[in-house]
């Protein structure tokens, strides 16, 4: 495999957006629970029990820790199509979906949308699923 290949592949910035992504979760979060408990328990250790309690905070919090559930999924997918050569195709449709999918997800986690928010995360299941496919067949 040459280098130049793996430098070309579609799925390097898909993973780069990945990053993004879990970034904005984080920052998304941590501006949520800053806004509850303010900048002062943010800034310090935490040593407490105290957490935040607001619904939006909660949310946030659980949006982030089910998008870092599936991140280690797509991260050995990716890199595993990748090392396949297999740069487009399904696993490539099967990557945005995935991305598309846990981008969508946050509003409605936030907004506490049921059953859409469900079946936009089977969405990502199913872009997980493509990824495998065509890492085993």
């Not at 130049?4 to 390097?12: D, H, K, R």
């Not at 990945?18 to 904005?24: D, P, Q, T």
């Not at 905070?57 to 991260?75: H, Q, V």
């Not at 859409?116 to 872009?127: K, Q």
Request: charged share 10%; aromatic share 12%; proline share 7%.
């Amino acid at each position: 495999m040459q280098p130049t290949f793996l430098a070309a592949s579609p799925f390097l910035p898909l993973i780069g957006l990945s990053v993004l992504l879990l970034v904005a979760h984080v920052l998304l979060q941590g501006m949520m629970a800053t806004r509850e408990l303010g900048l002062e328990w943010n800034a310090g250790p935490r040593d407490g029990e105290q957490k935040p309690q607001g619904k939006l905070s909660g949310r946030a919090l659980r949006a982030s820790a089910n998008f870092r559930e599936t991140y280690p999924a797509f991260l050995a997918l990716a890199f595993g199509v990748l090392m396949a050569g297999d740069p487009a195709g399904i696993a490539l449709i099967g990557a945005w979906l995935w991305l598309i999918c846990r981008i969508i997800y946050i509003p409605l986690y936030l907004a506490g949308v049921p059953y859409i928010r469900s079946f936009v995360w089977l969405g990502s299941m199913l872009g997980l699923a493509l990824m495998f496919v065509v890492l085993m067949f």
